[in-house]
């Protein structure tokens, strides 16, 4: 009989080296390395080749743009997590992948499908995260001559 077993970590071991890197002021995400493709988060097959085992954790410039979001003005935690109003945004970053986050440091009047951001980290206790906040160079390069498809 000829077994062939397959091990696929959780989602919540593969992260874990993002979120290593967060602690070291680092936005790491995956590049397959057959196709160049960049994606976050990590999956066990590339989704531009379909090819498995090709994947590595490379560091993402740290910059994108607002591609949606939404401000909340009502709070669902308790006071202590976040106060209100504050901006949850899906970023696109000039790699490509997008994630969902938080926009910081500007008015949400002054927020804009299309707007250039960069990352910041913020370390409480034990946690890392990432928050993006405006550009301080709106004109920054085209996010299309770095991103893969």
Avoid at 43 to 49: E, I, L, S
Avoid at 88 to 103: F, K, M, S
Avoid at 126 to 141: N, Y
């Amino acid at each position: 009989m000829h077994e062939q077993q397959t091990v696929t970590l959780p989602i919540a071991t593969a992260v874990d080296t993002h979120y290593d890197g967060l602690a070291q002021d680092q936005l790491l995400i995956t590049r397959c390395g057959a196709c160049g493709r960049f994606q976050f988060p990590p999956r066990a097959v590339c989704y531009g080749c379909s090819r498995s085992g090709t994947l590595e954790w490379v560091p993402a410039a740290g910059t994108g743009e607002v591609w949606s979001y939404v401000t909340f003005h009502k709070a669902y935690f308790p006071p202590e997590v976040r106060q209100v109003p504050y901006t949850v945004a899906v970023v696109q970053l000039d790699e490509g992948p997008r994630l969902i986050t938080n926009l910081v440091d500007t008015p949400d009047t002054d927020i804009s499908i299309g707007a250039r951001v960069t990352a910041r980290f913020i370390h409480e206790a034990d946690q890392h995260l990432v928050v993006f906040a405006p550009a301080a160079d709106a004109a920054a390069a085209d996010p299309a001559e770095t991103r893969t498809n």
